[in-house]
C-alpha cells in the first residue's frame, strides 16, 4: 500500500496593479479608470456590457501622465502608454 496522493495547488495568477515607468524605470505607474457611460445600444441576451472608461496613466516619481477615453482593461491601458511613449521619443 502506498501513501494517499497529494494534491495540487495551483495559485491563479492576477494582473498587476502597478507597473514599471518607461520615463524613471521605477515601478509607480498606475493606472485609475472612472466609467463615463455604458453602451446601451446593444443590450441583446448572451452580450457583455461595454462600459465607456475616463482612463489616466500616472507615474507617481516622474510625474508623467496622459488621459484616455476608452474600454480596454488596464493591462491593455498601459501598453497603448508604453507605445505612445515610445514612439513620441518622450525618454
Known amino acids: ?6 494534491k ?3 495559485v491563479t495568477r492576477k494582473l498587476p496593479k ?3 515607468c518607461p520615463n524613471c524605470g521605477k515601478v509607480s505607474m498606475r493606472i485609475n479608470r472612472t466609467p463615463i457611460k455604458e453602451d446601451q445600444s446593444t ?3 448572451g ?7 475616463d482612463a489616466e496613466v500616472l507615474c507617481g516619481d516622474c ?6 477615453e476608452t474600454r480596454k482593461e488596464p493591462i491593455d491601458i ?3 502608454f508604453v507605445d505612445w511613449f515610445m514612439k513620441s521619443g518622450t525618454g
Not at 500500500?1 to 497529494?6: A, F, L, P, Q, T
Open 78 to 80: 498601459y501598453n497603448d
Open 18 to 20: 502597478v507597473y514599471n
Open 8 to 10: 495540487i495547488i495551483r
Open 43 to 45: 443590450l441583446q441576451p
Open 1 to 6: 500500500m502506498g501513501r494517499k496522493r497529494k
Open 47 to 53: 452580450v457583455a456590457r461595454r462600459t465607456l472608461y
Open 63 to 68: 510625474n508623467i501622465t496622459k488621459n484616455y
